[in-house]
T-cell receptor, first 109, second 114 residues
Framework: GQNIDQPTEMTATEGAIVQINCTYQ??????LFWYQQHAGEAPTFLSY??LDGLEEKGRFSSFLSRSKGYSYLLLKELQMKDSASYLC??????????WGAGTKLIIKP | GAVVSQHPSRVICKSGTSVKIECRSL??????MFWYRQFPKKSLMLMAT?????????EQGVEKDKFLINHASLTLSTLTVTSAHPEDSSFYIC??????????FGPGTRLTVL
């Protein structure tokens, strides 16, 4: 079956770094996505990885290991506005997104 | 960037009535649009995939007569919740396929059925 696993909740301190892990099992693989979702809003795109390695975009970086079925999202220099849910989604061979339940990130001052 | 709009953003209706939600791709043509439902603290659940000019493909467990989807043009898809009941209350989100691997999401519609 297809499955995406990520932690339910994480807490971090403003200014610090946090890594959110995601493991995936999909029927075929056409990439791994990370989205940010604030309460009551639709998800917004953060990153897309289809090749192994680390992709950096400002304060956010995303890593993929296809052999391990593993990805992480790294957030640096955390700000209070980064408090949100972070959704990991794998794209299967039919180009459909398989979603994780999301990781609620709580940032404390 | 690609923009997807949804209307209305919030709707409250009485049990037994029907509600239509519109999803529009504003600056690109989307041959495929997706409709999701999100329950509190749960992942997004794909309800159906809508292709322009053809019938929508519904996911298992989603009642096609309950959730009517129409994709009349390359920029508009509609979801109609028929004979809505309180258990249909949810956050409905559409997305439009931009490239092979990319979807852009609408802002979502919060439906409350009294």
């Amino acid at each position: 079956g297809q499955n995406i696993d990520q932690p339910t909740e994480m807490t971090a301190t403003e200014g610090a770094i946090v890594q959110i892990n995601c493991t995936y099992q999909t029927s075929g693989f056409n990439g791994l996505f990370w989205y940010q979702q604030h309460a009551g809003e639709a998800p917004t795109f953060l990153s897309y990885n289809v090749l192994d390695g680390l992709e950096e975009k400002g304060r956010f970086s995303s890593f993929l290991s296809r052999s391990k079925g593993y990805s992480y999202l790294l957030l640096k220099e955390l700000q209070m506005k980064d408090s949100a849910s972070y959704l990991c989604a794998g794209m299967d061979s039919n180009y459909q997104l398989i979603w994780g339940a999301g990781t609620k990130l709580i940032i404390k001052p | 960037g690609a923009v997807v709009s949804q209307h209305p953003s919030r709707v409250i209706c009485k049990s037994g009535t029907s509600v239509k939600i519109e999803c529009r791709s504003l600056d690109f043509q989307a041959t495929t649009m997706f409709w999701y439902r999100q329950f509190p603290k749960k992942s997004l659940m794909l309800m159906a995939t809508s292709n322009e000019g053809s019938k929508a493909t519904y996911e298992q467990g989603v009642e096609k007569d309950k959730f009517l989807i129409n994709h009349a043009s390359l920029t508009l898809s509609t979801l109609t919740v028929t004979s809505a009941h309180p258990e249909d209350s949810s956050f409905y989100i559409c997305s439009a396929g931009y490239r092979e691997y990319e979807q852009f999401f609408g802002p979502g519609t919060r439906l409350t059925v009294l």
